[in-house]
């Protein structure tokens, strides 16, 4: 590989970065194109007085994603500590209508159940039907709304569901960690270390058609992937998500986290695990909700807080700050009864061109899946680049 090989990235967000700083790690230069003028794509805070992450955005300290970033030191138990016990307890869960302290003890015991094996082609519900009965499977499909952000979490492969299920729910000890004043302090630290490696960042420079040079890699949004690739067969399926964050007054024994178990939905407050995201006083709560079919952003909005109603006694009256939002297949891959993340859009498109993100066909929890198909598609770029070197 000589000085002057080079490969681009297309996409200045997580997964972007990744690629661009594994690439450079492997003596290639690099050039990085990003068409906002900031760095981040979905891993954006807003700004103060409450910094929102444009979504619940967790890290995973038994993943792989943690292990490249501490290695890195680009993440420890200063920059992303675990959440205080005290609040991992303070987690409620919505169960006909009612917050309660405990959830159902025969949806804990199924979600506990060691060795059972899901199958790919069933639908979870189907599945976890047969193994617990239709309102255990009901509960777990709710309660999977958290990671898959889905109307209906039951629908999809009960492989995908409950390897997932297991995984978050069931570990030791709790593995979600909150990066200190939000994923913007993540991106910058990324980009720091992108810089340093001699990568060459352009913002405000999109790439509005596949760059001639090779290789590339196109770490963008599916749609935009699509685009640039001139493949329409370039989809998966994810989810329509409403989001809704609001400042609030804070009050003693307002809950850490509203589990809906009604119907899928996810509320957290944020600034319990990390106060620097909201003013001294006031806390910031963020509800997700999977929006059903032909459902409008609106009324998805109306549904979120219901649930805050459930949970957060006369928010309404103690609210400061809102932001709502609406998110259109950015949550993450689903797989649905029949497949795998193997049969997603493939990284290798061939003639030195690569794909990453959090649809493409790597293996992972969420975030995961974007750091991984990053560092396979660098890897299969300084591949590209050593042959041509060869040559």
């Known amino acids: 590989m ?22 450079a790690e492997g ?23 409450f ?19 501490s290695e890195r030191k680009l993440v420890d ?16 869960f919505r169960v006909s209508g009612s917050r309660r302290r405990v959830p159902p003890g025969s949806m804990v015991k199924a979600v506990m159940t060691r060795g059972a094996v899901a199958p790919v082609s069933e639908t979870f519900f189907e599945w976890a039907t047969r193994q617990w009965g239709p309102e255990v499977a009901r509960l777990l499909s709710n309660l999977a709304g958290v990671f898959t952000f889905d109307y209906d979490p039951g629908r999809l492969s009960a492989a995908f569901v409950w390897e997932r299920l297991r995984r978050v729910f069931a570990p030791r000890l709790p593995t979600a960690r909150y990066v200190t004043g939000g994923w913007g302090v993540l991106v910058d630290r990324l980009a720091e270390r992108a810089v340093a490696l001699g990568v060459e960042i352009r913002t405000g420079s999109g790439a509005e058609r596949l760059p001639e040079s090779r290789p590339v890699i196109i770490a963008t949004e599916l749609r935009s992937a699509r685009a ?13 998500v409403a989001l809704l964050d609001v400042g609030i007054s804070a009050r003693r024994g307002d809950p850490f986290v509203v589990s809906d178990l009604d119907a899928p939905g996810w509320v957290e407050k944020f600034s319990a695990a990390d106060r620097s995201l909201a003013p001294k006083g006031r806390d910031l709560v963020q509800v997700q909700i999977g929006l059903r079919p032909a459902e409008t952003l609106e009324d998805g909005v109306g549904r979120a807080e219901d649930l805050l109603d459930c949970g957060y006694p006369e928010w309404r009256t ?7 939002s609406g998110l259109q297949s950015r949550s993450g891959a689903l797989d649905l ?11 290798d498109r061939g003639d030195g061109v690569f794909l990453a993100g959090d649809m493409v066909a790597a293996p992972g929890l969420l975030s995961e899946v ?15 680049l050593t042959r041509a070197v060869a040559v």
């Open 2 to 23: 000589t000085p002057n090989s080079r490969t681009t990235v297309v996409g200045g967000g997580l997964t972007g970065l990744v690629a661009a700083i594994a690439l």
């Open 27 to 49: 003596g290639a230069g690099v050039t990085l194109l990003e068409a906002q003028s900031t760095l981040g794509g979905r891993a954006r805070t807003s700004s103060p007085p």
């Open 51 to 69: 910094r929102a992450n444009l979504g619940p955005h967790v890290l995973y300290c038994d993943g792989p994603a943690w292990v490249w970033l």
């Open 77 to 92: 138990d200063r920059i992303a500590p675990r959440a205080p016990l005290a609040t991992m307890a303070a987690i409620r």
């Open 228 to 240: 640039l690739l001139g493949d329409e067969s370039v989809r998966w399926e994810g989810s329509h």
């Open 318 to 324: 103690r609210e400061h700050w809102r932001r709502r």
């Open 337 to 347: 009864p029949g497949s795998t993340w193997e049969d997603r859009p493939a990284i």
């Open 370 to 384: 974007g750091f991984n198909s990053a560092l396979r598609a660098a890897e299969l770029a300084r591949s590209v």
